[in-house]
């Protein structure tokens, strides 16, 4: 194979590796949450709220890294933010009180932002874009197997060794994939676009000290953020649509365990081996398959993104109804296929925003697409849940990522409209067919 061909797969592999790792060590707590609530003495508000505030501030150190992704090299700093995050796990060791693990978890968060801001614009230079659905699915396999061996991982070891040990398996291999993303060659920004955006945002022939010079910079980067950012409808719904999704995803990863745990009675280390099984099982093909049908789909309409991810939201209504409200043999199959259309999105959906604005503002637009998809998110979406079960039920409290499936749906469906046009075998495609058709 020649080199230029072993270069995007290599680094595909690696920083598909580093971000199935990133969903390992989130969701580990997941799965140990039961035990650290009889250990510090919790209530569920409490325990929802270490990944409403994991989340917070990883919602909030994605706007500080990314402008700097932008202008400076991606490989160094996902290589910081993985030694960060992964040293950061290790320190569970001392953690021995509900404070501590808090403040652990949000500079965890902090540590991942500089992963996930930056990864998806890397790769997205890596391939074409009628090729992002199918390579967007891979890299988004980590969501499915990555949080099904965070489940596995804490459901089988934390009964026999305790809650902590878990973490300290999912820390060790982030220093060994830190090192391999070091030799990665960094690809040329938007080098495969349609539309070639060009970083302009510094008016011709400035003069001016280096002070002046970088606060002006500054203000017509920013300003251009605005305008190709901000006001970019295709964005905002892709956004929007995604941050309803996101609701319901995190609501779900992070109460089900626990819901099949002491709703459904079984036991800690079954609910989370049968969760994580359903995950990785349904999530790999639904990544996968979301990706190829987004691309497939592409040549005959260009919003096939948006359409892909607003039905598989609509379908899953009615079946996670089913699945919260079954209590004999229809509740895991409802469970299986209400995760499959759940994640069936992930691919086309970030397809979607990336493709929406252009290569030199993109790992800007992903801060801005991550605050706003976690602040309306899974941000509030654990602490609510938690709120509603102490209130009234665990059972309960699946009504509201429900309801957030189905206004996801409805504003994917109305963004179809602002789908930007892609080239496909060198021509674009508009309204519904290539230029050539």
């Not at 990336?354 to 899974?378: K, M, Q, W």
């Amino acid at each position: 194979m020649a080199k230029s061909e072993l270069q995007p797969r290599t680094a595909l592999i690696v920083l598909t590796a580093l971000n199935l790792l990133n969903y390992a060590d989130r969701n580990v707590l997941f799965a140990v949450q039961p035990l650290i609530q009889q250990e510090f003495h919790v209530s569920k508000e409490q325990i929802g709220f270490l990944t409403s505030a994991f989340l917070g501030f990883y919602m909030l150190g994605a706007p500080f890294v990314a402008p700097l992704a932008d202008r400076y090299s991606r490989k160094l700093i996902i290589v910081i933010g993985a030694i960060f995050w992964s040293g950061l796990t290790l320190l569970t060791a001392v953690t021995h009180n509900y404070t501590e693990l808090l403040i652990r978890h949000t500079l965890v968060g902090v540590g991942e932002a500089t992963f996930v801001t930056i990864a998806p614009t890397f790769v997205a230079d890596l391939f074409r874009e009628n090729q992002r659905g199918r390579i967007l699915g891979i890299f988004y396999l980590a969501i499915p197997v990555g949080s099904a061996a965070g489940y596995l991982l804490g459901g089988y070891l934390a009964p026999h060794y305790g809650w902590r040990f878990p973490f300290y398996i999912a820390a060790a291999p982030g220093f060994v994939l830190a090192i391999g993303a070091s030799f990665l060659t960094e690809p040329e920004r938007g080098q495969f676009d349609s539309h070639k955006d060009e970083a302009d945002w510094l008016p011709e022939g400035f003069q001016g000290s280096n002070f002046r010079k970088f606060l002006v910079r500054n203000y017509y980067y920013l300003r251009k953020v605005g305008l190709d950012v901000i006001l970019n409808r295709a964005f905002l719904t892709a956004t929007l649509g995604m941050a309803f999704m996101t609701y319901s995803l995190g609501g779900i990863q992070v109460w089900m365990p626990q819901f099949l745990y002491s709703e459904r009675h079984y036991s800690l280390e079954s609910a989370n081996f049968l969760f994580g099984i359903i995950i990785v099982i349904t999530g790999f093909v639904a990544a996968l398959a979301g990706g190829w049908l987004g691309d497939y789909l592409l040549p005959r309409m260009k919003s096939s993104y948006y359409f892909v991810s607003a039905l598989s939201m609509a379908l899953g209504v009615p079946v996670m109804i089913v699945a919260l409200f079954a209590k004999g043999k229809l509740m895991i199959p409802a469970i299986g296929v209400s995760a499959f259309f759940l994640l069936l999105n992930t691919a086309p959906l970030n397809a979607a925003v990336i493709n929406s604005v252009g290569a030199h503002i993109r790992a800007t637009a992903l801060a801005v697409n991550i605050f706003i998809i976690h602040i309306l998110g899974d941000v509030p979406s654990p602490t609510m849940m938690g709120w509603v079960a102490d209130r009234r039920s665990l059972q309960a409290s699946f009504i509201l990522p429900i309801i957030a499936m189905g206004i996801s749906s409805a504003i994917l469906f109305y963004g179809m409209k602002f789908a930007p046009a892609v080239k496909v075998d060198g021509a674009p495609v508009e309204a519904g067919k290539t230029s050539s058709g």
